[in-house]
């Protein structure tokens, strides 16, 4: 009898330290299996939408880009970051309104990328015509949902590249607010045809 209590202590021992070792299998997506502490959906106050408005003479207050350090995911970026949209879309500093891009609603919806880099944590992503009537909007296309009159995601690595979409209702002036735990920023672009 007590050889078959020590061959099944045994066992149940070999099966705990064999589960011990194994790893997490790889996911497919690329998404880490770890969620860092402040990934978690930690809600922040939601800041309000707070836009600038036209230059005193009428123009459109572009935002300048600055050079990106890794000219392998972008040239030129917006914004002070930690997440940026890639001015690479925006070429003269506005986003071009192509004819393929128009939706069935008279609004054009144009890919625009966005790297977030040494941060990880919630962001709202919102956009606004600064220069009157009309409507906009953005999001990531893979990650996140529409929510306080934006869009949410919780990234969860430090360094994300952000496949996305801007929706404007025609050419003229608009800006994104970029919001996370640390940072609430605006980036003003023009969008042409």
Same mark, same amino acid.
């Given at each position: ?91 003269? /500093?506005?986003?071009? %309104? @192509? ?6 609603? =008279? *609004?054009?919806? #144009? $890919?625009?990328?966005? &790297?977030?880099?040494?941060?990880? /944590?919630?962001?709202? %992503? @919102? ?6 009537? =009309? *409507?906009?909007? #953005? $999001?990531?296309?893979? &990650? ?50």
């Amino acid at each position: 009898m007590m050889g078959l209590a020590r061959a099944v202590a045994v066992g149940a021992l070999v099966v705990a330290v064999a589960g011990c070792d194994r790893t997490m299998p790889d996911d497919p997506t690329g998404t880490p299996w770890a969620v860092s502490p402040s990934a978690a959906p930690v809600e922040f106050a939601l800041p309000s939408l707070r836009l600038p408005g036209m230059a005193p003479d009428g123009t459109c207050p572009v935002t300048e880009p600055h050079s990106w350090a890794d000219p392998e995911q972008a040239s030129r970026v917006f914004g002070p970051g930690p997440v940026y949209p890639i001015a690479d879309y925006f070429p003269d /500093g506005a986003l071009p %309104l @192509r004819d393929g891009d128009r939706q069935q609603d =008279g *609004s054009y919806t #144009a $890919k625009v990328r966005w &790297l977030a880099t040494g941060y990880t /944590g919630p962001v709202l %992503l @919102r956009a606004a015509p600064i220069d009157g009537a =009309g *409507s906009a909007s #953005a $999001k990531f296309s893979y &990650l996140g949902e529409t929510r306080d009159d934006g869009h949410h995601a919780v990234l969860t690595s430090p360094d994300t590249d952000l496949p996305g979409t801007t929706t404007v209702s025609g050419p003229g002036c608009y800006a994104y607010q970029v919001d996370g735990t640390s940072f609430s920023f605006t980036i003003v672009f023009r969008a042409e045809r």
